[in-house]
C-alpha cells in the first residue's frame, strides 16, 4: 500500500505541475477550452486516445472478455474501425469549419445551423448522457484505489474527483491535454508488459465462441451501434477535432490514434482471454463480479508490475473523466448561459459537474460497459444534425429541437424497457423526425 501511495503521490505532483505550468493569468475561452487550436499531431492523437479509452478498458473491457469471449473483441474492433472511416471522411470537414465558425464548445456545430435552441437542449441531453459515462471513469478509480490504496470505496471516489477537478480547473485543455498525452505512453507502456505476464502465467488465451450466450446478434448490434459513431456523437472527441494546429496535424491524430487504438484494443482484450483461459484450467479463480478480474489479475502479480498498472487504470481514468468535464462546462457556459469571454464561468462548472459525478459514482449503479454503452445510446440523437451540417440544406429550429428530443427520448425509454435493438430504433426515430420535420421548413 505504501509503494502505490508513493506512485499516486508521484502521479498527482506530475499532473499538478504541468497543469500550473500551462496556466495562465489571462486566459480567453479558446485558449482554455480548445487550447488555442495550436496542438500538435502527436499530443492531439494521445489526448485523444486517452480521452477515448478510459477506464472501460482495462476494467471494462478485461472483464468483457473474460465473461463473453471473442465477440468483446470484435465489439472493441468495430469502435475502432467506425471511428477511424468517419474520421477519415468527417475529421478535416469539422476541423475546417471550427476555424472558418470560430467553434468552441461542440454543440456550437450545431447552433449555428438549427439555432442557439438546439445547442441550449443539446448540451442539456449531453450532461444527462455523460454524467454517468464519466462516473464510469470514476467508479474505476475508487475500486481501483480501494484495491490497493487502503481507501474505502466512498473515500477513493472522492479522492478520485479531487484529481479530475483539479487538473481541468487549472491548466485547462492544454493542461489535459499535456497530461493525456503522458498517461497514454504509460498506459500502453505498461499494458504490453500486462499482456505478456498474462501470457506467459497461464500459457493460454480462452476466446470462447461468437455468437454465443451473450453475443447474441440483437445484443451485439445494440451494443455496438452507439459505438460504431461515438466519434461523431460525443461531444469530449469531437470537440478534440478542434484542436490541432493544421491539416497535417489533424492527420498524424488521426493515424496514430489508429495504432495505439488498435495495439490497446488487442492487449486489453488478450489479457481478459488469458484469465479466462486459466480460470477454465483451474489456474485462476472464476469470478463472477466481471469489473473485478483485472483487480484478482492484480493480486497475483509481482508488486512491481501490478501496481503501475493499477496506476496505468487512474491515469485512463482521469484523462477520459477531466476531459469530459472540461467540455460540458465549455458547452453549459457557451450554449446554455451564453457566456463566451470569461473564464471563471466554465471554471465554476467544472467544480459543479465534479461535485455530481461524485454523487452518482457514489451509487455504483451497474456494469461499466452497459452505463457507457447506454450514455452513447442517448447521443445518437446527435447523428442526424451532423448529416444535416454537411449533407443537406432542409431544416432549422424546429428540426434540430425535435429531432434532439425525440432521439434522446426514444433512447432513454427503449433502454428502461430494455426493447431489443433499442440503439436501431433510437436512430430510426431521430433521422425520421428530422427528415419529416425538415420538409416542412426550410434552412433557418
Known sequence: MTAFILLMGVFLVTGTVISLLVMRSKQTQEEYFIGGRTIGGVVSALTYSSTTYSAFMMVGLVGLAYSTGAGALIFELAYLLGTVILLSIYGRRIW??????????????????????????GTLISFVALIPYTAVQVIGLGLILQAYGGFSYGAGVVVASVIICLWAFIGG???????????GVFMLGIAVAGVLWVGRTFTG??????PNEFWTPVRFINLTLPWFFFALTNPQVLQRLFIPKDGRSLRRMIVLFAVFGLVYTLIVTFIGFGARYASDAGLFPVVADRDRVILELFARMARALALPLALSVIFASVSTANSIILTLSSMLARDV???????????????????????????????????????????????????????????????????????????IVLGILKVPLSSVYTLLVAFGVFLITSLFEPRS
Not at 174 to 181: E, I, K, N, S, W
Not at 205 to 210: H, K, M, N, T, V
Request: include cysteine; aromatic fraction near 10%.
Open 96 to 121: 475546417k469549419m471550427s476555424r472558418e465558425k470560430q467553434l468552441i464548445s461542440p454543440m456550437e456545430l450545431f447552433s449555428n445551423r438549427y439555432g442557439e435552441i438546439t445547442g441550449t437542449i
Open 337 to 411: 448561459l451564453r457566456e463566451q469571454r470569461r473564464v471563471w464561468v466554465g471554471r465554476i462548472f467544472i467544480i459543479v459537474l465534479t461535485l455530481i459525478v461524485c454523487v452518482f459514482s457514489l451509487r455504483r449503479p451497474g456494469y461499466i460497459v452497459e452505463l457507457s454503452v447506454s450514455s452513447s445510446a442517448i447521443l445518437l440523437c446527435f447523428l442526424p444534425l451532423l448529416f444535416g451540417v454537411f449533407h443537406y440544406k432542409r431544416g432549422g429550429k424546429l428540426t434540430g429541437v425535435l429531432t434532439c428530443l425525440s432521439g434522446a427520448g426514444a433512447a
Open 173 to 183: 485543455l492544454r493542461g489535459v491535454a499535456l497530461t493525456d498525452a503522458v498517461q
Open 205 to 210: 488465451f480462452q476466446l470462447q465462441s461468437f
